[in-house]
Nanobody, 120 residues
């Protein structure tokens, strides 16, 4: 099994910044894409940002220019720097990892979620 542990959520005022971190551990043979999703109350979970093993990135249109995703391949960690936060960014943020496990099977795991609240 592969576990994802997230940190960095909290309460921030509009216009503020937060940095989310996620560390993967367990039966990982090789890590493929890592990313962040979010789910607001009453809404479906949506992709926020994704980064492939080669460093290529994809962002939701709503966060382009404000959020930056990065990863450390040696440590199997992924970070999300969130700037210029808006109230509509309020949601539970989930880390996601796609990998090949030690049995050579492709799989994916989710973190437990971390709350981000943007409010004055």
């Amino acid at each position: 099994q592969v576990q994802l542990v997230e940190s960095g959520g909290g309460l921030v005022q509009p216009g503020g910044s937060l940095r989310l971190s996620c560390a993967a551990s367990g039966r990982i043979f090789s890590m493929n894409a890592m990313g962040w999703y979010r789910q607001a109350p009453g809404k479906e979970r949506e992709l926020v940002a994704r980064i492939s093993s080669d460093g290529s990135t994809k962002y939701a249109d709503s966060v382009k220019g404000r959020f930056t995703i990065s990863r450390d391949n040696a440590k199997n960690t992924v970070n999300l720097q969130m700037n210029s936060l808006k109230p509509e960014d309020t949601a539970v943020y989930y880390c996601n990892a796609e990998y090949i496990d030690t049995y050579r099977y492709p799989d994916r795991s989710w973190g437990q979620g971390t709350q981000v609240t943007v409010s004055s």
